[in-house]
Each structure stands twice: as C-alpha cells, then as structure tokens.
RNA sequence: GGUUCGGUAGUUCAGUUGGUUAGAAUACAGCACUGUCACUGCUGGGGUCGCGGGUUCGAGUCCCGUCCGGACCGCCA
C-alpha cells in the first residue's frame, strides 16, 4: 500500500505514530528555514512539515514541489504549536523524513481550490481536474448518497433492478432518437432508449411486479441548463396496482430521500389536478414555496371602456404581498420582463394597494376607486400590496403570468433554495392536439391509459379525456412522472389509432407490445424520476451538469473528449454509410 | 431555427469620445525569510485583444460576417 492513513483522518489521539500519506501538493508555504506543505486526497488535508536544521536536504527536496505534485510521504504525527482550527486536521502536522516524488505535474490551467479561477469553459476541458475541487466532488458524493438510498429503499419494497438494452427500435413517438448503425445489417438502425417505457411494460408481463432501473435514457433535442442529451432516470413500475398505489409508493421513496439524505422530513404530499395548476399557476409544475396564485377578474373588468380588456380572452393577475412600494423604474423593470419575446406579454397593468388605503392604478382613468377596490377584494389583497396584471388570449397569457409570479417570487425572496414544497400533479389530459401536424398527441406517452369514466369521450372530445396521469414537482422542478398504463390490447390498438396509426403501422411499431398484451398482461403502472434533477435539487443547484461527472455543453458537446467527432472513411464504408456533405 | 449576453496575460477581469509602449489581481519563475496555513517582502517573464473583412490618418474600442461559450424561446411522448 501506498498509504497508511488518507489525508482526512489523522487526529491528536495519532501523535507519535509512523504514518505514510500519498496526495496530491494542494500548496506549499516556504519559510526559508522550514517550509509546510498542504497535502490533498479525496479525504482531506494535511500538514507536511519539512525543517532546514532537522534534514536539509529533504527541505530543499520538498521546496521543489509544485502544485499537484503526486507525492508519497512518510514521518510522525506530531501536534502542531500554532493550531488551525479551520480543518479536521488542524490539530496535527506529519514532521517528514521520507519523501517520493510518485509524480510530477503541470501547473493546472485553474486553482484546484473551493473559490477556483477558472471559468466554466476551462473547467469543462479539464473536468478531470474540476472534479478534484470539493464542490464538485461534493455534489458528486451527495449523488452517491441518493442512488444509494434510492436502491436500499426500493430493494426494501420488493422492488428488483432489471437491465434493459440500449440498442433499441427507433419509434415514431416522442422525442427524436439518437441512432446507431447496424453493421451486420446494412441500412437498419439501432436506437438509444428515450428510456426503457415498454420494456418495463414486458417485464409486467413477464410477472415481475415491482421492477426499477437507474439508467440512462437519451434524447436528442436542445439543451438547457437542467436538460442533457443523456440522462439518468430512476425507473419504476409495479402491477397490480391503481394509481393510488404508486403515488403512495413514491412519495415514501422521496420522503426517504429527503430524509435521510437532508435530515428534512416531508408532509404528505398535497394533490393538484392539472386543470387547477394550469388556472391558479398557469403552469403544470408550480412552484408552491409561496401562493401569489392567479385571480381571474373577466368579471370585474370588463365593458368599462378600457380596450385591452375587452378585447382579451383572460384578464388575471396576481397579487405580490408588500410589494406597494415597487417604484416607477421597478414596474418598468416587470414590464419590460413581461415584453421580452420569450414571455409575449404585450403591457403590464398595475395596482398598487397604499399604505394608506388608497389605490393607485396604471388604468385609474378607466377604474374607478371604489372598482379597484373590488379587484383587491378578489385578491385578498392588503395595504402595502401590489396587484399585477396580464391580460390576452387565455393560454399564452396564463404562460406569461406564470413567468412573471416566478420573477417576483424570486424577486421578494420566496423562493429559499433549502425550502421545499412537494406536490403531486394528477389528472393530466391524455392526449393534446398539435395544430401543425393536423393530429392528436399523447400528452404523456401512447401507452397511458385514459381514466374509465373519459373513456367515453375518446370519441366525441378527445381533447377532453383525462388520463391516469401524474407528475412529482418540487418547487417548481419536476421531478418525476408517470402513468397508469393500457393492458388491454383492443384499448391500445384505439389509442394507435387515435394517434393516427394505421393498424400496420401500430403493429410495425409496437406488434411486440400489443402481442405480449393477449398473453396475459397485468393491470401495471409506474413512474420514472429524472435522477440529475432530483440531485441538482437536493445540492441547491439550477445545473444538473453540476451533479454529472462528465457532462456535455449547451451544444451537446463533450469538450474535454471533443466529442462527437467525424469518423474514418474505413468506418463509414464499413457502415455503408455516404455522408452528402 | 430564433432571442440575448459574452470572448483582452496561464486564469479572472478593467480598458474613458477611436489616440503615447494595452493594465490590475491572481497564477508562474527567481531571491530573501524558522510556525505558516490565501505566509510575507522584493524582482522578473508572460498578449495573434477569438478569427476574417470594412470604415478611419489611427481600431481592443465603430460596422459587417464568422467561430466558440453561457442563458432562454421553439423543441424535450
């Protein structure tokens, strides 16, 4: 062995032992007379110490040191006479009389320190050194922590961990494929899982009832900050189970978390139907850390001569609690938010509710005092608070208003990154109609299954059926969802059809579904949780790159690989690949 | 596909109305220093101002294009 102890260990209670440490030289500081040298592995640090008068030469050997240095170093703990209290091991110090150089370094393009140099750019090229950094690791360790949990906690429920393949069948559906060659079959592709949905499903079949993955899904669409082209998902499903039965299951497995990885425990978790969300918070992943939600006033204000209300579909607005002193530039500031093309919102209206009782509007010429004073009445609105308000075609303006509650929650401090609010989304519309393709969609995917009692309106409003879908969300994140799957082969063959399948298509796409369905498929359903994002949440993080080892940037791109890169004309051949560009 | 912000020393950044030899901090190198722990002090080296074109007597600075990176919209069953 190299090592006796780790940099993080050694204490007090080891003075006078013979230790061997082995690290990396985080930094040394020369005295001339002696010099101390900070020793760094994944543990800790230690104090090497190395003096003039006791070995000369072996001082002059460890002054040579540069940063990151591999070193192995062996001497006695001895407790040091000016103590910093600032480490674990601050107590002692490790007086040197064996030193090896194990290796030499570059002096790194960035502080391998908490408070690094280097930007973003520069520590992804290098990730290998980022993650020498404690933060990094860190949050590396916290995921650790969370698989580690997770598993326990579903092997504790009877829940066994299945593999399923990664080189898969391209479907229609969904997000677009990333795609693999087949050599051995010319012109056929493989598909990376968008995630393992029907093998899942099979292994219901199949009759093992409680199944769960953490496993990588894919998915090549744009990127975001909380979005990656591959992705870690805990993946679940159970048979023999309604719906009931999953969001219980569920919501004890993120109690557990938060539990025993936070030490936060966790109410129960409220239920909000999409139709609710959508109407109060004008999302379908609110964040419940505060209220603020939306009041509709179509019945206070309209036909009172002011234009843009009469001519919207949706008048709503929300109240922001102590918010009546905002001045001019700062409502200019919430206009201009709610201007920018990404939110759409065409003006603000105001109304601030004074201290003194008294209102004060953008729209007074059109609103009487005694009219404003029923508007704060819907709000529940008190001296000292300011209403604000959109006003649109209902869908894009409820879009809007969700942004600008968001922006002020941040803005009034409501939005405490160690506060969570969990809740579950339930009764999501099972399908959604997409203008440019001119047919229906699943909104969650096609082997959702609709609500019994909507099964009716399959056929007269689709657009109607509920379906017996669900959605975690924390503070505005979310963090899983799921469905309650079609077991029945005549129902999944109605739903292909619906989605604009021909019967041979449906057969082509999802024959082997549809055929392990007449052998005997269990009623089943499941759940899956985006992994990188529970972690980023529980780290306090918008970033799930921060909680990945070796993420890829905005473009998709792993920049210390250089991947993805072009391949060898021999390879393409080999493929009977002919790139036309 | 679109919107927006950025690219200047190894690194993080400053750089005035377009005007002298492009600065600071930090990192790095050298010297001095026996209790430091962001050691300290002194000295030094270090620049294709992302790239290409244009305007101008003169461009890090203005204009056009392009590449790269960040955030967002579309997209993400």
């Not at 299945?162 to 391209?170: A, F, R």
């Not at 709000?379 to 000292?384: H, N, T, V, W, Y």
């Not at 009623?523 to 790159?545: Q, Y």
Request: charged residues 25%; proline residues 4%; contains cysteine.
């Amino acid at each position: 062995m190299f090592r006796s102890h780790t940099c993080g260990e050694l204490r007090l209670s080891h003075q006078g032992q013979t230790v061997t440490l082995a690290g990396w030289v985080q930094r040394s500081r020369d005295l001339g007379g002696m010099t101390f040298l900070d020793l760094r592995d994944r543990y800790g640090i230690t104090q090497l110490v190395f003096n003039m008068e006791i070995n000369a030469a072996l001082c002059e050997q460890a002054r040579k040191l540069g940063r990151e240095f591999v070193i192995q170093a062996k001497g006695k703990v001895a407790e040091r006479s000016n103590k910093n209290n600032t480490i674990p091991t601050g107590e002692i110090e490790i007086v040197v009389d064996e030193l090896i150089v194990l290796n030499v370094s570059k002096t790194p393009p960035f502080t391998i320190e908490d408070e690094t140099d280097g930007g973003d750019d520069l520590r992804m090229k290098y990730r290998y050194l980022d993650l020498r950094r404690n933060p990094v690791r860190n949050n590396l360790e916290l995921r650790h922590r969370m698989s580690i949990v997770s598993r326990n906690y579903l092997d504790a429920q009877g829940f066994m961990e299945v593999e399923t393949p990664y080189l898969i069948k391209s479907t229609p559906e969904g997000a677009r494929d990333f795609v693999v060659p087949s050599r051995m079959n010319e012109g056929q592709f493989y598909a990376l899982p968008q995630s393992p949905q029907t093998f899942k499903q099979l292994l219901m079949v199949s009759g093992y009832d409680r199944y769960y993955q953490i496993v990588k899904c894919f998915r090549d669409e744009d990127l975001r900050a909380d979005r990656q082209p591959e992705f870690t998902q805990i993946d679940c499903e159970m048979a023999f189970v309604e719906q009931e039965d999953i969001l219980s299951t569920f919501e004890g497995l993120v109690r557990h978390l938060f539990k025993a990885v936070k030490g936060v425990d966790i109410a129960s978790l409220p239920r909000m139907t999409y139709a609710d969300a959508m109407k109060y918070y004008g999302c379908d992943k609110p964040d419940t850390r505060f209220e603020m939600r939306f009041v509709e006033l179509n019945d206070l204000v309209k036909n009172k001569g002011f234009k843009v209300f009469d001519d919207a579909g949706l008048v709503v607005g929300i109240n922001a609690a102590g918010a009546a002193e905002y001045t001019r530039k700062q409502l200019d500031e919430l206009t201009d938010f709610v201007k920018r093309p990404q939110i759409g919102a065409t003006g603000l209206v105001y109304c601030r509710y004074n201290t003194d009782g008294t209102l004060k509007s953008s729209v007074d010429k059109f609103y009487s005092e005694e009219e404003l004073k029923r508007w704060a009445e819907a709000f529940g609105a008190k001296p000292g608070d300011l209403i604000l308000i959109l006003a649109g075609e209902a869908n894009k303006t409820r879009k809007a208003l969700n942004e600008l509650r968001l922006e002020m929650g941040t803005r009034l401090g409501l939005r405490d990154k160690d506060t969570y609010s969990c809740l579950w989304v339930v009764d999501f519309p099972l399908l959604e109609f997409n203008e440019d393709a001119n047919r229906w969609f699943a909104m969650h995917h096609p082997f959702t299954s609709p609500k019994p009692e909507d099964i009716a309106l399959l056929e007269s409003d689709p657009g109607s059926v509920r379906a017996n879908a669900y959605d975690m969300v924390v503070n505005g994140v979310e963090v899983g969802g799921g469905s309650i799957r079609i077991h029945d082969r005549t129902l999944q063959a109605r739903m292909f059809e619906l989605l604009g399948f021909s019967p041979e298509q449906a057969q082509e796409q999802f024959g082997f579904l549809m055929n392990a369905f007449e052998f005997g498929a269990p009623p089943h359903g499941g759940i899956a949780f985006g992994f990188d994002r529970l972690c980023s949440l529980f780290g306090g993080s918008e970033s799930i790159r921060d909680f990945i080892a070796f993420p890829k940037n905005n473009s998709g791109r792993d920049v210390m690989i250089d991947a993805p890169s072009p391949i060898d004309q021999a390879q393409l051949d080999e493929l009977k690949i002919k790139l036309n560009s």
